[in-house]
C-alpha cells in the first residue's frame, strides 16, 4: 500500500492560512502603532502648526492651524522623518519668510500627551534641540507640556490656531482684564510682551530669552487693541 505523505496538502493549506492571518493582523498592529497619533508638537509664531506623533516619536504629519501656515505648507516640503528635524525646518521657513525676526523674535512650543513623562521629556528636548540652532540666542522660546483637553481643542478650530496657544492665551486672560476674544488675534512675541508688562507668572510655562519690544505692532497698539475689549470686572 503506498504511505500517506506526512504533510498533507490540507495540512499546508491549513498552514498558509494562518500565515495570511497572522500577516495582515501583524500589519494591521502596525499601521495601527505608526499611523495613530499619541502626542502632538504645536509650533506657533504667528503662523501656526500642529504636528502629529505616533509612540515612536515619529512624525505621522503637519498641520497647518492658519492661512500663514497653510501657505508655508503648500510652498514647501517639511521633513517627517524625526520630530526635531521638523521642528527645525518649520522655524526655518518662519524665518524665511520673515515671521521669526529681531522684531518678532517669540516662539510658542507646546507639546500635548495624556503621558506625563512624555509630555515633559519631549517638551525638553525639543527646547534644546531649538534653542541649539544658530542663532537661536535671539529667540525667545517659550515651552509648555499639556494634556489633552477637549475644551481647547474647540476653541482651538474656532479660532483657527493651536491647543498650545489657547492654553497660553487662557492663562493670560485668567490673570489680566484682557479678553480672550482679542488676545487670541494677537502674535505670540506681542502676548510674550503683555506677559512681561504685566509681571504675569504662568504655571507650568516656561520662557528661555526676552520677547522683543520692536514689533511691528507696538506695545502702545497691543494695549490699544485688548483694552477696546476688556473683560468687566
Not at 495601527?32 to 509650533?43: A, D, E, F, R
Not at 502676548?191 to 522683543?212: F, M, T
Amino acid at each position: 500500500a503506498p504511505v500517506k505523505p506526512f504533510i498533507t496538502r490540507k495540512m499546508l493549506a491549513r498552514v498558509a492560512c494562518f500565515v495570511a492571518i497572522f500577516t495582515v493582523v501583524l500589519t494591521a498592529v502596525v499601521l495601527m502603532l505608526t499611523k495613530t497619533p499619541v502626542s502632538y508638537v504645536c509650533i506657533d509664531v504667528n503662523p501656526s502648526f500642529t504636528v502629529s506623533i505616533n509612540r515612536f516619536d515619529k512624525v505621522i504629519c503637519v498641520n497647518g492651524n492658519n492661512k500663514e501656515a497653510q501657505e508655508i505648507l503648500a510652498e514647501n516640503t517639511i521633513s517627517k522623518s524625526d520630530i526635531n528635524k521638523t521642528a527645525e525646518d518649520i522655524i526655518s521657513l518662519v524665518k524665511e519668510k520673515e515671521y521669526l525676526t529681531e522684531k518678532d523674535n517669540s516662539i510658542l512650543l507646546s507639546v500635548i500627551s495624556d503621558d506625563r513623562e512624555k509630555r515633559d521629556t519631549l517638551c525638553d528636548n525639543l527646547s534644546n534641540s531649538i534653542l541649539s540652532q544658530k542663532d537661536s540666542e535671539k529667540y525667545n522660546l517659550i515651552s509648555q507640556a499639556l494634556r489633552t483637553d477637549e475644551s481647547l481643542e474647540r476653541k482651538a478650530k474656532k479660532y483657527d490656531t493651536s491647543v498650545g496657544k489657547v492654553n497660553f492665551v487662557n492663562q493670560i486672560a485668567s490673570k489680566t482684564k484682557y479678553s480672550f476674544d482679542n488676545l487670541i488675534s494677537l502674535k505670540i512675541n506681542d502676548l510674550a510682551n503683555i506677559v512681561s508688562e504685566n509681571g504675569i507668572n504662568l504655571g507650568g510655562i516656561k520662557a528661555n530669552g526676552k520677547p522683543s519690544e520692536n514689533s511691528l505692532i507696538g506695545k502702545d497698539k497691543a494695549k490699544t487693541i485688548v483694552f477696546s475689549d476688556l473683560k468687566m470686572s
